[in-house]
């Protein structure tokens, strides 16, 4: 057959039309190459079709729109593929369940509807014909349901020659008649999917959980202003010197002039808390050095000042007194 049927799939992923590979390629290639068997089956004079466009006696061709350039005084036929749907047949479509490995098996009914437009110089040559195809797809539809569909060749509607400008390339609407065939189809469709080594369902399910989930994000220690990360510590104020600063750091007074002092910031997580922060780890690889030029906190593994606790011991009888 001829490239009048327009094929721009790649091979190396498909190979070959089939209701299992391109469902919809091959709805469109079954009822073009009916409508073409049929007039190339009938005797030379009596709208006979062949391959080859320049001796065919009749144009037909898939989507493309028709020049008239090309067609000349010859009626011609194309298609146009209508609205699909999927149709539910029964309870999450499920036709099949495994219990070994957990594999779904789903069907479902897939209709939809073709438009055969039928093009000619004369509005009753056009309507003619438009009549011998769909009798014809009527009559002879058992040869379709061995292909492969679930229901077609019921239902079909003609409609009255009209202005064929949509459909005729540069043309006013004023020569050429179409008069258009609607035929409803179905194909029913089944498919399965494993959980076992389903790559592409854990990956569905991965990006769905990313984007859906809210959490924290972290990356390891928060980080201040001048790059060095620190750690949130909530300790208890001292309560006989809350502004007094020892060899681990302190609260900065108000004039900000302690070294390397802890510092009270809203909680990162809760600001609605006061909490105290430090440096940790300020020299290790990858480490920012600060800003002002001084040396970080050291790291330590208890950023509270602890309090002096006095031990008094009375002498006794056990003191030999």
Known sequence: ??????????RQGFAGTSFRNTPLEQ???LIISFVQ???????VGC???EPNEETSEIVIRDEDPIHVETVGMRPAINFTMGQVNFYNVGMDDLL?????????TKGVLVPGVISINICSRSDIEAHNLAWVVSEHIWLLREILLRQGFFEIGRGITISPPSPAGSVVANDSGDEWRISTISVPWQFARKSAFTPLGRQIVDNIVAHIQANSIQRVESTGWPYDPSGHPYSVHECAPDSFAPLASDSRGGTPDPAGNKSNPLTLIPHPLNPAKTVTIRTVRPFRAGTRASSSGRAPALPIDDSCV????????LKGADDGC
């Open 37 to 43: 068997g049929l007039f190339n089956g009938t005797p």
């Open 96 to 104: 099949d369940y495994r219990f070994t490995d957990g594999q779904k």
């Open 27 to 29: 709805v469109r290639t």
């Open 306 to 313: 602890k309090k002096s606790e006095v031990v008094t011991r």
């Open 47 to 49: 709208y006979h079709w």
């Open 1 to 10: 057959m001829s490239g009048s049927i327009a094929d721009t799939r790649n």
